[in-house]
T-cell receptor
Framework: GNSVTQMEGPVTLSEEAFLTINCTYT??????LFWYVQYPGEGLQLLLK?????DKGSNKGFEATYRKETTSFHLEKGSVQVSDSAVYFC??????????FGQGTRLTINP | SAVISQKPSRDICQRGTSLTIQCQVD?????MFWYRQQPGQSLTLIAT?????????ESGFVIDKFPISRPNLTFSTLTVSNMSPEDSSIYLC????????????FGQGTRLTVV
């Protein structure tokens, strides 16, 4: 079946550091890939998405590129801020908006 | 986009009782989804709620424990029955657009604690 594996957390960085959260997936066919973010005390929000190979999703300084050859969708940001502290979930879907989530990575940014 | 309202936002319940969670969407949607997020863990799909038919449950989830209603295209309920402390989780409602492989939207979730 489909599955998503995320870099284990928690991850703690200093402000302005470079961030990478690894995500790899297993799926048949061509899934869509997503990064969702859950800020403390809030619901799940879409951060970015990519629907086909080589697509790059970007939002709020975050980027991720759909790499079919390595079945990966790593999340990156060049300079993190304290306000980026949250839990990040990588997910995939194959139609019907049913999502398969990774285990989540808790990110803490220290000033 | 879709705006999803879930009620209650949180509750503390006695073991052996049941709780019904409501999900209201501001537009008509074909499919609604219910997820569970156990403490410190990821989200797991419980079931897909289709209007006018029985819900489709994922492996490990059964209708007797998590009965779902879907009376119209903007509303669904999930009941957590005969609760035990292991049911303490955040339960989330989700909807998507009619177009495949597009964004799913989530409610704020219901934080359930069973004591």
């Amino acid at each position: 079946g489909n599955s998503v594996t995320q870099m284990e957390g928690p991850v703690t960085l200093s402000e302005e550091a470079f961030l990478t959260i690894n995500c790899t997936y297993t799926a048949t066919g061509y899934p869509s890939l997503f990064w969702y973010v859950q800020y403390p005390g809030e619901g799940l929000q879409l951060l970015l998405k990519a629907t086909k190979a080589d697509d790059k999703g970007s939002n709020k300084g975050f980027e991720a590129t759909y790499r079919k050859e390595t079945t990966s969708f790593h999340l990156e940001k060049g300079s993190v801020q304290v306000s980026d502290s949250a839990v990040y979930f990588c997910a995939l879907s194959q139609g019907a908006q049913k999502l398969v989530f990774g285990q989540g990575t808790r990110l803490t940014i220290n000033p | 986009s879709a705006v999803i309202s879930q009620k209650p936002s949180r509750d503390i319940c006695q073991r052996g009782t049941s709780l019904t969670i409501q999900c209201q969407v501001d537009s008509q949607v074909t499919m609604m989804f219910w997820y569970r997020q156990q403490p410190g863990q990821s989200l797991t799909l419980i079931a897909t709620a289709n209007q006018g038919s029985e819900a489709t449950y994922e492996s490990g989830f059964v209708i007797d424990k998590f009965p779902i209603s879907r009376p119209n295209l903007t509303f669904s309920t999930l009941t957590v029955s005969n609760m035990s402390p292991e049911d303490s989780s955040i339960y989330l409602c989700s909807v998507g657009s009619v177009q495949a492989n597009t964004e799913a939207f989530f409610g704020q979730g219901t934080r359930l604690t069973v004591v």
